[in-house]
């Protein structure tokens, strides 16, 4: 429960961290890929993007599913302004 408060702030409710951990399990079921290196993936693309945008994490959904002969991922970000100055 720590990570999730954590990952999400605070302000993470009870219906929002139930939410993710369902998402994360279907995903696991539609790409065989474990819960864990779903989170995994999420947080290296927060850490990776963070560092030029400010994005809104809570908001962000990333997933994996099976197109005809591959595996897709896709990401939706919110994306709340660029960072200056790099």
């Known amino acids: 429960m720590d990570f999730f408060l954590r990952l999400f702030g605070k302000e993470g409710s009870s219906k929002n961290i139930a939410k993710e951990r369902l998402r994360l ?18 947080e290296e693309i927060i850490g990776v993007i963070s560092k030029y945008l400010d994005i809104d994490t809570q908001r962000m959904e990333v997933d994996l599913t099976n197109e005809e002969d591959a595996v897709a991922l896709t990401a939706s970000i919110p994306v709340r302004s660029v960072r200056r100055g790099l």
């Open 25 to 42: 399990v279907l995903v696991h079921d539609r790409a065989s890929v474990s819960p864990q290196v779903m989170q995994s993936f999420r």
